[in-house]
Each structure stands twice: as structure tokens, then as C-alpha cells.
């Protein structure tokens, strides 16, 4: 792995794993587009892309990264990790600009019930932030 990677990638690993909010905000484009399993259009906005990042970092229990792929400023990590109960397997397919600001974050995520069940955990966030959303799970 190219050093600049590693720094980068040492650096997404401890944001993930202190859900470190600040360090996440940082690493975010203003420029982001945020795919998310849950809902039906895109995020457009680092706030929007911030909301539901820190949020999903705490649904998500036992949330572990097993393989990633690298290819210069775009990265593919497998993980898995719980949700209510329900085990799930995804994929972040995450690029970054030259300066190292996430600037593309889509999230996929399987099986069915992993889905429904951070689907419906998100909604109930959403709805609890009073945030409109178009929900694919309901």
C-alpha cells in the first residue's frame, strides 16, 4: 500500500473506531455524495452525509472491517457488523479529491433483514431529528 493510503486509511480506522465526529467532519468534502441503503436519494450535503454517518456508527454493534481494496483515491471495505439483533455484511465504496476529502461514500449492505432492521432504526432517528427523509424500508 502507497504510504499516503496507509496515513489515510490509519486515519478513517480510528475515526470509525473512536467515532471520532470531529476528525469525521474533517475528512468530509463540502463537496460530498452520500449513497445510503435506507433511503431513496442521495445525501448532497456534509450535513446531511454527518447525520447519518454518526448515527449509523452507533447502530452498528460489533462492527468490524475484514477486507479492503484499494485503488489510488478509491477504496472498497468490506465489513459486518450487527443491528438489533440482525447480522449484516456491506461494502463502503468510499473516493476521495486531492486533498483527501471524501467527495463519493455509497454504502451496500446485505442481507434483507440487516437492511429492514437499520432501516427502520434510522427512519425512527430521522423522524426523532425532525429530518424528512424518503425511506426505501418503512
Excluded: C
Excluded at 460530498?32 to 441503503?37: A, E, K
Excluded at 465489513?79 to 468510499?94: Q, R
Excluded at 433483514?113 to 425532525?130: C, K, Q, V
Amino acid at each position: 500500500m502507497e504510504q499516503p493510503n496507509k496515513e489515510l486509511i490509519d486515519k478513517w480506522h480510528k475515526i470509525v473506531f473512536s467515532k471520532d465526529m470531529k476528525a469525521l467532519e474533517d475528512i468530509l468534502s463540502d463537496k460530498i455524495i452520500f449513497y445510503s441503503p435506507v433511503v431513496f436519494k442521495p445525501k448532497t450535503t456534509k450535513e446531511d452525509a454527518m447525520f447519518v454517518l454518526t448515527n449509523v456508527i452507533e447502530v452498528f454493534q460489533d462492527f468490524k472491517y475484514h477486507r479492503e481494496f484499494y485503488d489510488g483515491k478509491k477504496w472498497a471495505l468490506e465489513f459486518s457488523a450487527n443491528v438489533a439483533g440482525k447480522s449484516l455484511k456491506g461494502v463502503d465504496l468510499i473516493e476521495f479529491d486531492d486533498n483527501g476529502k471524501i467527495i463519493n461514500f455509497e454504502v451496500l449492505i446485505r442481507p434483507l433483514s440487516g437492511i429492514i432492521a437499520l432501516g427502520e432504526d434510522m427512519n425512527r432517528r430521522f423522524s426523532d431529528a425532525g429530518r424528512e427523509t424518503k425511506p426505501l424500508i418503512k
